[in-house]
C-alpha cells in the first residue's frame, strides 16, 4: 500500500526560504509521477509543482514560477520542494500527491503539511 509522509513545513518570516520533504513508500518510486499541491483556509486545492517519472521534466503553478523549484530523488523514494522568497499567501497546507501514470489524477496523497509566512 502506498504512504507518502510530508515533513519540512513551519513557520517563517516573508522572504525566507523553506524545504518540503516527502517520503513514498509500499511502490515502485520511479513508475510514478509526483507533485506538490497546497491548500489555503476557505480555498480549494490548487496544483503548486509536478515532476516527471524520472526527473527529466518540471511543472510549476504560475504563482510560485521562479521562486520554488521541485525535485526527486528516486534512490532515496522522495521528492522536495526548495522554496523561496516566500509571501504570506504561500501559506496553505502542502500535500504531497502521486500517480502511476504520466498523466491523469493523482491517486496517492500524503497527510500534508502546514506552512505558514507570516511577520
Known amino acids: 500500500q502506498v504512504k507518502l509522509v510530508e515533513s519540512g513545513g513551519g513557520l517563517v518570516q516573508p522572504g525566507a526560504s523553506l524545504r518540503l520533504s516527502c517520503v513514498v513508500s509500499?511502490?515502485?518510486?520511479?513508475?510514478?509521477?509526483m507533485a506538490w499541491f497546497r491548500q489555503a483556509p476557505e480555498k480549494e486545492r490548487e496544483f503548486v509543482a509536478g515532476?516527471?517519472?524520472?526527473?527529466?521534466?518540471?511543472y510549476y503553478a504560475d504563482s510560485v514560477k521562479g521562486r520554488f523549484t521541485i525535485s526527486r530523488d528516486n534512490a532515496k523514494n522522495s521528492i522536495y520542494l526548495q522554496m523561496s522568497s516566500l509571501k504570506q499567501e504561500d501559506t496553505a497546507v502542502y500535500y504531497c500527491?502521486?500517480?502511476?501514470?504520466?498523466?491523469?489524477?493523482?491517486?496517492?496523497w500524503g497527510q500534508g503539511t502546514q506552512v505558514t509566512v507570516s511577520s
Open positions: 500527491a502521486g500517480r502511476n501514470a504520466s498523466y491523469g489524477k493523482y491517486e496517492a
Open positions: 509500499g511502490v515502485t518510486f520511479t513508475r510514478y509521477s
Open positions: 515532476v516527471s517519472r524520472i526527473g527529466g521534466s518540471t
